[in-house]
Structure formats: C-alpha cells, structure tokens
Nanobody, 119 residues
Framework: QVQLVESGGDLVQPGGSLRLSCAAS????????MAWYRQAPGKERELVAV???????NYGDFVKGRFTISRDTAKNTIYLQMNTLKPEDTAVYYCNLFGYVSRSPGDYWGQGTEVTVSS
C-alpha cells in the first residue's frame, strides 16, 4: 500500500548538520500531513516537525529554530534539515504519513533512520 523510505541518518559531531529525506510511494488518495518523529533509547516517541497539505508547519518545542521541515509535493517527499545538532538529538528518526488510502484514513510509518550526535 503505502511505503515510506527514510534516508540521511548518520554520525555527526555536535554543532553539525544533517538532512533527512522521506519518500512516500503507494496508492494513496490524499496526504493530509507528513511528519518526522524521533525516539531516543528509553524514551517515548516525540514529534519533531509536521507539514500539512496546505504547507503549514509545526515543530516540537525542543527544535527552537534549529530544524526546518520542507517538502517536494511532486515527489511526495519531505525533508528535515537539522542544524546545530546536540547530543540530545541522538535518536531514531521516523517518517509519518497521515492520509487517505482507498477512501479510508490511515497512519503510516517508515522504518526509521538513525542519527547519532557525538564527538
């Protein structure tokens, strides 16, 4: 049905930058939102950033201007530009799509891409 493929996770030093990508494929009728979540070891999954169909964006409080979510609508792809990375940003980052597939709402997740911020 719907597949989400993330890429871009890596080991980066504190203060560095990374750009994550998530490409959605499949037979979906309509995408309402696409988002990035993250889950650090021993912690709950949390919202990093979300972009709605109309282009509205929202971010987790911890982002504080460091990250930017964007999208290429034609490619059904979203990106997360992460700057000024901190060790506490270390986590598995998951892509999420919420939309309609075969006229039914659905919530879809990618496999995750690992980001490690360490010197």
């Amino acid at each position: 049905q719907v597949q989400l493929v993330e890429s871009g996770g890596d080991l980066v030093q504190p203060g560095g930058s990374l750009r994550l990508s998530c490409a959605a494929s499949g037979r979906f009728d309509f995408i309402l939102t696409m988002a990035w979540y993250r889950q650090a070891p021993g912690k709950e999954r949390e919202l990093v950033a979300v972009i709605a169909d109309g282009g509205t964006t929202n971010y987790g409080d911890f982002v504080k201007g460091r990250f930017t979510i964007s999208r290429d609508t034609a490619k059904n792809t979203i990106y997360l530009q992460m700057n000024t990375l901190k060790p506490e940003d270390t986590a598995v980052y998951y892509c999420n799509l919420f939309g309609y597939v075969s006229r039914s709402p659905g919530d879809y997740w990618g496999q995750g891409t690992e980001v490690t911020v360490s010197s």
